[in-house]
T-cell receptor, first 117, second 112 residues
Framework: AQKVTQAQTEISVVEKEDVTLDCVYE???????LFWYKQPPSGELVFLIR??????QNEISGRYSWNFQKSTSSFNFTITASQVVDSAVYFC??????????????FGAGTRLAVHP | KAGVTQTPRYLIKTRGQQVTLSCSPI?????VSWYQQTPGQGLQFLFE???????NKGNFPGRFSGRQFSNSRSEMNVSTLELGDSALYLC???????????FGDGTRLSIL
């Protein structure tokens, strides 16, 4: 069965602190994709990153970085020098590929991040 | 490029009624997926359409249905509304379904 676990329900930090959001996934597929989405209070899901199962290189984009480790089935997300605008719910998702190229996203429960001034 | 557009943004219905939600994908995207988000169950996959065909359906009762038109716009319908159908309904589009899915702002449905 496919599953995504985000054990941290809520995290509260003060601005400029670094924060890491954990994501652990389960799948028997050898080919899969992992995603992070951000959901601000307005409700839309904003795509942040996609990583495929064959690419374990870490990625950095500005203040955001992602650490993908297949050995521990984890895909953690770090925000460096957090800002108030980073306050949102963050979702990790696993993409299951069906024949024909269709993907279905399986989401974790989300981590609510509150960054205080 | 315009993003994924969902209408309406908010909807209030009563039990037993039916509702239709609309989703216009990003231009050129032929895959449209629907998700339901509730505080208790989180984000759950409803169904996906590609070229007017439903390719997959999540574990939801038959009261939830959808369709896709030739211009890739999609609608989902919920009949005989129940209190538990109160949720944020999110639509996502991608070129073929294998790319990152881009989401709309959602339709917040409240059942009284």
């Amino acid at each position: 069965a496919q599953k995504v676990t985000q054990a941290q329900t809520e995290i509260s930090v003060v601005e400029k602190e670094d924060v890491t959001l954990d994501c652990v996934y389960e799948t028997r597929d050898t080919t899969y994709y992992l995603f992070w989405y951000k959901q601000p209070p307005s409700g839309e899901l904003v795509f942040l990153i996609r990583r495929n199962s064959f690419d374990e290189q870490n990625e950095i984009s500005g203040r955001y970085s992602w650490n993908f480790q297949k050995s521990t089935s984890s895909f953690n997300f770090t925000i460096t020098a957090s800002q108030v605008v980073d306050s949102a719910v963050y979702f990790c998702a696993l993409s299951v590929t069906f024949s024909g190229g269709y993907n279905k996203l399986i989401f974790g429960a989300g981590t609510r991040l509150a960054v205080h001034p | 490029k315009a993003g994924v557009t969902q209408t309406p943004r908010y909807l209030i219905k009563t039990r037993g009624q039916q509702v239709t939600l609309s989703c216009s994908p990003i231009s050129g995207h032929r895959s449209v997926s629907w998700y339901q988000q509730t505080p208790g169950q989180g984000l759950q996959f409803l169904f996906e359409y590609f070229s007017e065909t439903q390719r997959n359906k999540g574990n939801f009762p038959g009261r939830f249905s959808g369709r896709q038109f030739s211009n890739s716009r999609s609608e989902m319908n919920v009949s005989t509304l129940e209190l538990g159908d109160s949720a944020l309904y999110l639509c996502a589009s991608s070129e073929t379904g294998a790319q990152p899915q881009h989401f709309g702002d959602g339709t917040r449905l409240s059942i009284l």
